[in-house]
């Protein structure tokens, strides 16, 4: 079946730093969403991506849709204590697909 | 403007019982998905409702079913439960007329326990 595979598991660095991950699969996405869960909550979304190349910001989060369809990376720029989470990489398989494929989340512990 | 809510927020039930969760979506939204998410992994699509029918089905027994009502609002049974449901359980919510569920809103989620 269809399987996302995020990078790293976790991730533990020091406020103000830069933080990136990635998620991949061996087939082609048709969109790429990007949440962010705190515990005992559900996932919030952040960004949503539609086109190979392209590049979306929000705030001082930025994401890309992998050229060749089959990734997606996740940039946090001068981390704060509030992005302290676990982020999720999700995709649609294929055009009109309902379901969205999660991948195993990316657990971010900032030490101040 | 309200976002996704579920109920209950926690609930405990024992080997066989069975057990009703519910969603009501975000405003303007008139597809409901649900997820189940296990401790420490990423959630799994189980269906999603749309128009009062299942729109497509995951990797999921019949045992888990659904409804949705006229309002849009939802529910999951799961019935003859198993140790193996305990987890928390996600309803998301689309936007009308997305042609598809693009992008999902998701509720704080109900943490099923089952003993």
């Known amino acids: 079946g269809q399987q996302l595979n995020q990078s790293p598991q976790s991730m533990f660095i020091q406020e103000g730093e830069d933080v990136s991950m990635n998620c991949t699969s061996s087939?082609?996405?048709?969109?790429w969403l990007w949440y962010k869960q705190d515990p005992g909550e559900g996932p919030v979304l952040l960004i949503a991506?539609?086109?190979?190349?392209e590049l979306t910001s929000n705030g001082r989060l930025t994401a890309q849709f992998g050229i060749t369809r089959k990734d997606s990376f996740l940039n946090i720029s001068a981390s704060i204590p509030s992005d302290v989470g676990i982020y999720f990489c999700?995709?649609?398989?294929?055009?009109?697909?309902?379901?969205?494929?999660f991948g195993q989340g990316t657990r971010l512990t900032i030490n101040p | 403007d309200a976002g996704v809510t579920q109920s209950p927020t926690h609930l405990i039930k024992t080997r066989g019982q069975q057990v009703t969760l519910r969603c009501s979506p975000k405003?303007?939204?008139?597809?409901v998905s649900w997820y189940q998410q296990a401790l420490g992994q990423g959630p799994q699509f189980i269906f999603q409702?749309?128009?009062?029918?299942?729109?497509q089905r995951g990797n999921f027994p019949d045992r888990f079913s659904g409804h949705q009502f006229p309002n849009y609002s939802s529910e999951l049974n799961v019935n003859a439960l198993l140790l193996g449901d305990s987890a928390l359980y996600l309803c998301?919510?689309?936007?009308?007329?997305?042609?598809?569920?693009?992008?999902?809103?998701f509720g704080p989620g109900t943490r099923l326990t089952v003993t």
């Open positions: 998301a919510s689309s936007p009308a007329g997305s042609g598809g569920s693009y992008e999902q809103y």
């Open positions: 087939s082609i996405f048709n969109t």
């Open positions: 991506l539609y086109k190979a190349g």
């Open positions: 999700a995709g649609h398989f294929y055009q009109g697909a309902q379901k969205l494929v």
């Open positions: 405003s303007g939204h008139d597809t």
């Open positions: 409702y749309y128009e009062e029918e299942e729109r």
